[in-house]
């Protein structure tokens, strides 16, 4: 895969939010009820992900943490904090073959954790993890126009949006909105 | 779903090359060889698709048909000339819930059968069985930007480039090379 590897952070950002120590460390077999905590909300809205609403703990884990793949192939984090899971993501190679020095991540957070900067912890983190793997750069395929939220906190992480799909994604209230592809050299 | 539904065009067009009875089908389990044929040489030759060029018939096959997906979700077709499968192209949602509405192809013709028109009428053939099934556009994710007979077939039927990756490809001769999304509405 080539690339400028660089060393792996692995310790606890503080956050200033509550000054409690927040970990970001891969995610373990034993985590999957806390991931799923996590997932179960934000598919239920259906406002950010394109995948269906009402996906069952079995489905959502399934996609999220590939089980089925190799590890170093899908990576799945979790950000926790006193052994509660606020915030998960995932890193895989956006593609094959040629295409396979390109990553793609997907982040969520709790719902009652937003606003504390874990996404952008996590993002971090995802950056420095895919330097750590050789990658080349960060795609994302799938951002939602509407999740203003996101695209402003990936445009200040660095990423450019590279591709804009005209109303690629059914909001439940907005309707037929545009979706992002955005994207990363590291 | 929704969408303009129309009548799926089953005929066989004419190709004027040879004047010999082109069809394009649905393809069935007794047409895995002759689809490996076509997929095979292009694979192999890493050149237009972003998979291993290493792929064995087995994950070639597995990849294209998606045997494990239900019937009308991921669909395959084969154009023929004298019982011999000259191209293939699958067809399914590119995303799923809120992105369902928007489908993705991917073509093959085997190299003996290139500049006949093979492309262009399964092109023509996926726009109106898109249509058929209610998918509102099609994307394309992930066009080589080398691959300038697939960029101009694509833009003649209609699609436009809305976004452009940079380095996406790692081609086997020209270097890293981008990768374009192209979205026709139906």
Redesign the interface.
């Known amino acids: 895969m080539g690339g400028s590897a660089q060393p792996r952070e692995l310790t606890a950002p503080r956050l200033s939010a509550n000054d409690a120590a927040m970990l970001i460390r891969p995610a373990q077999a034993s985590d999957a009820e806390g991931i799923w905590r996590v997932l179960q909300p934000t598919l239920a809205a259906?406002e950010t992900?394109?995948?269906?609403?009402d996906m069952n703990r079995e489905q959502a884990l399934a996609y999220w943490t590939r089980a089925d793949e190799s590890p170093g192939e899908h990576d799945v984090f979790i950000a926790e904090e006193r052994d509660v899971v606020l915030g998960t993501y995932f890193i895989r190679p956006n593609?094959?073959?040629?295409?396979?020095?390109?990553a793609n991540c997907a982040y969520m957070v709790a719902p009652a954790a937003t606003g504390r900067g874990i996404a952008q912890a996590m993002c971090e983190h995802s950056l420095g993890h895919a330097r750590s793997r050789g990658f080349?750069?960060i795609?994302f395929?799938?951002v939602?126009s509407t999740n203003e939220r996101a695209v402003r906190l990936w445009e200040h992480a660095g990423f450019k949006v590279?591709?804009?799909?005209?109303?690629?994604?059914?909001?439940?209230t907005s309707g037929?909105v545009d979706?992002l592809?955005m994207?990363q050299?590291l």
């Open positions: 259906g992900y394109a995948l269906p609403p593609q094959l073959g040629g295409g396979s020095h390109v080349l750069a795609q395929n799938f939602v590279v591709g804009r799909v005209p109303k690629a994604f059914r909001h439940p037929l979706a592809v994207h050299f």
